[in-house]
């Protein structure tokens, strides 16, 4: 009786999970095409300075405008991506479009932060996507900022160390995205070089009512500091988040008090200096 259940059990699970599998393949053949039809989107958030509230650098975030379903956002289809070479050709694309659009305010001082996955480095394509890019759009090389989250960077291939490097001696940064959510240590990341640290949403979200929270959140900005990392915090959404942070010294911020994922209007007019500088100069 046992068994037969058990069996029935085994079926059910077998059938809910190949649909899972069916449905990440049909994902991904759309996802393809859509890439290649010129589908994907960018929107950018702006990364502030704490200490004066101004905007210094953009992230850019991928959206899939998928004919029939919408704006998906990345919690739709980078996972299926990530399960197969295609988020190679996504993070390229992203790394291109960003630098493209970003490169006026990039000569006007600012950053811009492109998300990475850890499989996109096993090879060259980023190396190369980069350097085109740089030279293409004539961006200087340490205005470029690559977030790759801290579970990807843990598990880094001699491979993926290799293009890393590569990726620094071009002159990009490195920042180790989503901090906290993981389960590793910062004396552990200090072999990534990385130059930024990016203190995952959830240790943000109570460090102003828990102070606990905000205990935790304390050591990492100071610990982060004697390392030599820049610290930005995510996922801000209140004024008095903000606040406690500044008083921590935490350098960066980015969340939805200072600014929700956009087409980029609000750097545009903070970096528009640059821009009719260059277009002077040139004309
Ligand atoms: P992330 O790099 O940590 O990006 C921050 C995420 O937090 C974004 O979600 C952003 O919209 C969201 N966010 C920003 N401020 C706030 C806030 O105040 N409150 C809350 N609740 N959320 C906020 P999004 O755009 O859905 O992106 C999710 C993740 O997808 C990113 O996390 C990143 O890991 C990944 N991703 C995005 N673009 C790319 C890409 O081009 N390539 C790869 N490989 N991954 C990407
Ligand atoms: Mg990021
Ligand atoms: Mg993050």
Known sequence: ????????RTSVYDA???????????VRSALGDGV???ELRLLYQPLVRLADGQPVGAEALVRWERPGHGLLEPAAFVPAARESALITEVDCWVLT???????????????????????????DALVDALSAALHRWDVPARAVVLDVTETDLQRVSRTAERTLARLRSLGAGLAVD???????SLVNLRGTRAAQVKLDASLVADLDVDASAGSVAGAFIT?????GLTVVAEGVER??????LREMRCDLAQGWLFGRPGDGSLLD???????RRRVSATA
Do not use: I, Y
């Open 1 to 8: 009786d046992a068994k037969v259940s058990g069996k029935a």
């Open 178 to 184: 989503d901090f906290g959510s993981g389960a590793s």
């Open 36 to 38: 290649r039809g010129g």
């Open 97 to 123: 479009e960003a630098l493209r659009r970003c490169a006026p305010w990039c000569r006007a001082g600012a950053t811009v932060s492109v998300n990475l996955s850890g499989r996109s480095l096993e090879g």
């Open 239 to 244: 004024r008095s988040q903000a606040e406690v």
């Open 223 to 227: 610990t982060a500091h004697a390392l």
């Open 269 to 275: 007019a903070r970096f528009a200096a640059g821009q």
């Open 16 to 26: 809910a999970m190949q649909c899972a599998v069916d449905t990440r393949a049909s």
